[in-house]
């Protein structure tokens, strides 16, 4: 009996320690304004280090191009990335936490141009996921710019129709340029799951798991919706002048 308890006991510690938490983790991610604005400033970034001091490791950030962000993970060059969605992921073996946020676009026109997405010329930034609702619209004609600033300058000067972008960061893009013909639509296109996408396998599954756990925590605690709280203000405030006008 001696012998069978000590080999559950050793059975047990090797089970425990082959999905233990690494001490460090090394994320990837790409600059989105207001979210990501460096390795250590935005909402995004406030979150990891929320989760760095719940699990009690070491997380490193590294802002890459948002391509290379994710050819790094695919390549095993990062432990996972962030934010992720399953635009990114269908064809892909990986771990999912839970969402920590949900990614809601809106499109962005001139004023006085109808808001109608249909039949339009419409501004993308490159690497940024964007659901199928809108990439399988056949009546849209898409053109690809680096960064949200790109898209919107493209707009000012009547080079596109329109410019698909998620509701906050865009809105903060905009005020930075300081663009007074174009305004939001309150009009939501479309809505999708935002978590960290974690590699494969038993360490992966820990990582994933801890990192769910720390997420779950922050948002019964209230932290994470306090962490958005400014940017969903704004866009509160943007749709609604927008509905009354």
Avoid: W
Avoid at 98 to 122: E, Q, T, V, W
Avoid at 136 to 157: P, W
Avoid at 188 to 212: N, P, R, T
Wanted: with cysteine; proline share 3%.
């Amino acid at each position: 009996i001696m012998l069978f308890v000590k080999k559950v006991i050793i059975y047990t510690l090797l089970t425990l320690s082959s999905f233990a938490l690494p001490k460090k983790v090394v994320l990837g991610t790409f600059l989105i304004p207001r979210y990501v604005q460096s390795s250590t400033k935005g909402e995004f970034i406030e979150i990891v280090k929320k989760i760095e001091k719940e699990l009690g490791i070491e997380i490193e950030i590294r802002v890459l191009p948002a391509k290379r962000a994710v050819q790094a993970f695919n390549i095993g060059e990062i432990d996972g990335y962030f934010p992720s969605l399953d635009y990114y992921n269908e064809k892909l073996d990986i771990n999912k936490t839970r969402a920590f946020y949900y990614k809601k676009d809106f499109l962005f026109h001139r004023i006085g141009d109808s808001p109608n997405i249909d039949n339009k010329k419409i501004c993308l930034t490159s690497g940024y996921a964007y659901s199928k609702k809108v990439l399988k619209n056949k009546t849209l004609n898409f053109i690809h710019a680096k960064e949200q600033s790109n898209c919107l300058m493209m707009l000012s000067r009547k080079r596109v129709d329109g410019f698909i972008s998620e509701g906050p960061s865009g809105l903060t893009a905009l005020k930075k340029l300081a663009l007074r013909n174009i305004k939001m639509s309150p009009n939501l296109i479309s809505s999708m799951d935002v978590y960290f996408a974690i590699k494969k396998g038993k360490d992966g599954q820990a990582i994933a798991k801890e990192f769910s756990r720390a997420i779950d925590k922050l948002k019964r605690s209230g932290e994470l919706e306090k962490i958005f709280s400014d940017a969903n203000r704004d866009l509160k405030r943007t749709i609604s002048k927008t509905t009354m006008n």
